[in-house]
Every structure is written in structure tokens, then in C-alpha cells.
């Protein structure tokens, strides 16, 4: 998971999808298993999807996914699963929490990474910029083949109402378009 700055000052990220998606009382999130060092493969099977707080009092009630850099993503897992601890397992609370942590704290300030996060009722997507997002129809998606996922969900959404099918076959469809994107897919559900 690469990232490269353009002349626009985002970063747009290389070497993931994770996708998001909520139906009924079902949420979904699922990411390849991708990790590219510029054009070379460095590992097929990486596991971006899991879940937090395992063995917490939240006992993996909470499922995240992260696109960006390893070691980052990693970081912010932990901050994640002490936040929930602080705040009793609220995870709307937590995540605006670790965003303002994120977008403050000048070491968070410096990691690379955006991560989809749910428990059983909410999916959110957390930025470096502080942002706490709902996605618009339940659906989000983040990494490099994220636009690819997320416009294949949509689509699919008006055809299938199982959150896991929709997330696999977007999947599927960005592994098939974005060269950074493979189909060795984790899926979680809360």
C-alpha cells in the first residue's frame, strides 16, 4: 500500500480496495489482499479487513478496513480499539474522537491511511483530515479501486438486496480493472 502525491496535494492511494456495505441489519466490509511496493507485488494475501477489539469488552463487535500505509493503518487500529474502551464500545463517539486525535496530534498528523469502519448499526469512513463520514445509500469505498467498487455496489444495490453478494461482486469488478487490486478478498460481517 503505496501512496504518491499529486500536483494537488491529495493523496490518492495505491494498492487496496476495502468496500462498505450496509443492508438491512447486515454491514459488510471486505478488501483484497493486495500489497504493492510501486509495480511489484510484495504480498497477494494481506489481511486489511479485521476486526478490532477482540479481546476487549467490545469482543470484535467492531470490524474496520484500511487503505494506505501498513504500520499507519496498524496505529490507528490500536488508537481505535482504546477509544471504544474509552468510551464504552459507542463507536460514532469513538471515531470522532480519533479523528480530532488524527487531525491534531502531530505524530497521528503524519500517518498515511483512511479506514471504512462499522459496528452492527453504523458505517463510517475516517480521514487525516478529521472527517467522520456516513456513506450516502450504506455504501462506501476507499483504495485505489475504490471508485471502481463503490460504482459497481451502487449498481448492484438496485438488484440485490444481500450486502455480502453486492460487496463481493464489487470486489470482483475492481480486482478485474485496477492492477493494484487483487481477488484475494477478506469479508467481515457484523
Known amino acids: 500500500m503505496t501512496s504518491q502525491n499529486d500536483s494537488h496535494g491529495l493523496t490518492p492511494w495505491h494498492g487496496t480496495t476495502i468496500i462498505g456495505v450496509k443492508r438491512g441489519d447486515k454491514i459488510?466490509?471486505?478488501?483484497?489482499?493486495?500489497?504493492?511496493?510501486?509495480?511489484?507485488?510484495?504480498?497477494?494475501?494481506?489481511?486489511?479487513?479485521?476486526?478490532?477489539?477482540?479481546?476487549?469488552?467490545?469482543?470484535?463487535?467492531?470490524?474496520?478496513?484500511?487503505?494506505?500505509?501498513?504500520?499507519?493503518?496498524?496505529?490507528?487500529?490500536?488508537?481505535?480499539?482504546?477509544?471504544?474502551?474509552?468510551?464504552?464500545?459507542?463507536?460514532?463517539?469513538?471515531?470522532?474522537?480519533?479523528?480530532?486525535?488524527?487531525?491534531?496530534?502531530?505524530y497521528l498528523r503524519n500517518l498515511e491511511a483512511l479506514m471504512i469502519v462499522a459496528d452492527k448499526d453504523t458505517l463510517l469512513v475516517l480521514t487525516g483530515n478529521g472527517d467522520v463520514l456516513e456513506p450516502e445509500g450504506g455504501i462506501a469505498a476507499i483504495g485505489s479501486g475504490g471508485n471502481y467498487a463503490l460504482a459497481a455496489a451502487r449498481a448492484l444495490s438496485d438488484y440485490e438486496d444481500d450486502a455480502e453478494k453486492i460487496a463481493r461482486r464489487a470486489m470482483a469488478v475492481a480486482a478485474e480493472v485496477c492492477v493494484f487490486t487483487n481477488d484475494q478478498v477478506t469479508v467481515e460481517t457484523v
Open 28 to 106: 459488510v466490509i471486505a478488501g483484497d489482499g493486495q500489497v504493492s511496493m510501486g509495480n511489484t507485488v510484495m504480498k497477494p494475501n494481506a489481511r486489511k479487513v479485521r476486526r478490532i477489539g477482540e479481546g476487549g469488552p467490545e469482543k470484535g463487535k467492531v470490524v474496520a478496513g484500511f487503505a494506505g500505509a501498513t504500520a499507519d493503518a496498524f496505529t490507528l487500529f490500536e488508537r481505535l480499539e482504546r477509544k471504544l474502551e474509552q468510551y464504552s464500545g459507542q463507536l460514532m463517539r469513538a471515531c470522532v474522537e480519533l479523528a480530532k486525535d488524527w487531525r491534531t496530534d502531530k
